[in-house]
């Protein structure tokens, strides 16, 4: 796991080939079917662009899109190991209903049934890694079947501009105020993807129980539960709560967090606010046509952010004495529903 965090910048560098791409059209929408961190990478793309006319499907079957919607998509079936069952199942039903497809793994049967429908498909290196760790190769994979070269230009950059090793004491940091805690992490809502991930390594990689909120959402319903009264006092003493700053965010969402940070402190809860990077490069940044927001520096604000959070779950697994890579109940839940 150590040696997967300090090298993820590498897998900016991988270079997908499509096989079969001459049946690989431009679409107007995507709808990428996966499961677990093989998903995760077009939650983030969504980041970089909100505007992507890009779904997550995390179920079996078809997602419930119109038939218009559906003829005009292209679904990629996502599966790191390539035998995901949800994933399998969305692949049939789109091809039972001659709805475009391609798909994106290591292996596995899904591999073996893109070749033998012979479909659009991108093998992605087997490493070794767990499917989380993987979102570099998955975000180029995607990137890839849905054409979008200028963004695959940026986000190589990642691979000279990402500096692990300098997060890592942060994260090491963090984790020790953390120990004895639940975190919660709290984001803007076009933010919500990264505080997901964030949730997630703590989930996977820390072993721990985490939750993930979003603003201005959470300012109706979810602070209420923390308006400590003495009788409720013990159900709140164990959560610390991560805010992730975004000075893109909407004026009005920043000045949410710092009242609803300033709340929380008034009420002895913990909060570390920890600011998204802004750009890996000095000078102004370059603004991108298709996003709106900061093209590669956007890319670098969600990556070195996930890089942080993965030391800062590493961390927390290695001061709890457990394993950061493997997923053992995950693996016995497989075992029991097979």
Do not use: C
Not at 43 to 50: A, Q
């Amino acid at each position: 796991m150590y040696d997967a965090i300090k090298n993820f910048p590498k897998q900016f560098s991988f270079n997908p080939e499509i096989k079969s791409e001459e049946k690989l059209l431009k679409y107007k929408w995507y709808i990428v079917a996966g499961m677990g961190g093989s998903h995760l990478a077009a939650d983030i793309l969504k980041v970089w662009n909100p505007n992507l006319l890009l779904v997550i499907h995390k179920n079996y079957g078809l997602i419930n899109l119109s038939e218009e919607i559906l003829k005009d998509s292209l679904v990629i079936a996502s599966s790191y190991s390539g035998n995901t069952e949800e994933v399998i199942d969305a692949y049939e039903k789109a091809k039972e209903n001659n709805i475009p497809l391609a798909a994106i793994s290591v292996g596995g049967n899904l591999l073996k049934q893109a070749i033998a429908d012979s479909i659009p498909y991108v093998k992605i290196p087997d490493t070794g890694i767990q499917p989380r760790q993987g979102l570099g190769f998955f975000a180029k994979a995607i990137l890839s079947l849905m054409k979008e070269e200028k963004a695959l230009a940026d986000i190589s950059k990642l691979s000279e501009s990402l500096k692990p090793r300098d997060l890592e004491n942060k994260g090491k940091e963090l984790a020790e105020n953390l120990q004895g805690y639940v975190p919660v992490i709290y984001s803007s809502s076009a933010n919500e993807a990264i505080a997901y991930n964030w949730k997630i390594k703590f989930n996977e990689t820390g072993k721990i129980p985490a939750f993930f909120n979003v603003f201005p959402e959470l300012n109706h319903n979810e602070m209420t539960g923390f308006d400590i009264k003495e009788k409720t006092k013990n159900l709140s003493e164990k959560f610390y709560f991560i805010f992730l700053y975004d000075k893109t965010d909407h004026q009005r969402i920043q000045k949410r967090m710092e009242i609803s940070k300033k709340l929380y402190q008034e009420r002895k809860l913990p909060v570390v606010k920890i600011e998204l990077a802004a750009s890996q490069e000095r000078g102004e940044p370059r603004p991108d046509k298709l996003s709106g927001r900061e093209g590669q520096n956007s890319f670098y604000k969600i990556f070195s952010s996930l890089i942080l959070a993965d030391w800062t779950a590493y961390y927390t697994a290695k001061l709890y004495g457990v394993e950061p890579e493997a997923v053992p109940m995950v693996e016995e839940f497989k075992k029991l529903i097979s």
